[in-house]
């Protein structure tokens, strides 16, 4: 079985000294999220729109 390879990004809001921030990948209707400091561990999976749901809670919008 062929192994899928990622495109991670870091957010925009990641700071040069590495501090606390997420990465995001997208994927067929479904977008990805991790801690950028445990790539490995846990991943967050979201519809499309999920996710714009939470970025809009987040921001408090």
């Known amino acids: 079985m062929e ?3 990622l495109k991670w990004r870091k957010s925009s809001y990641t ?3 590495g501090g606390d921030c ?3 990948a ?3 209707g479904a977008v990805l999220v991790r801690d950028s400091k445990n790539p490995a561990g846990a991943r967050l999976r979201f519809t ?3 996710f714009r749901r939470l970025v809009k ?3 408090g919008s």
């Open 3 to 5: 192994s899928l390879v």
């Open 57 to 59: 809670g987040v921001k």
């Open 15 to 17: 700071t040069a000294n």
């Open 48 to 50: 499309p729109r999920g």
């Open 26 to 28: 997208t994927l067929a």
């Open 22 to 24: 997420v990465e995001l």
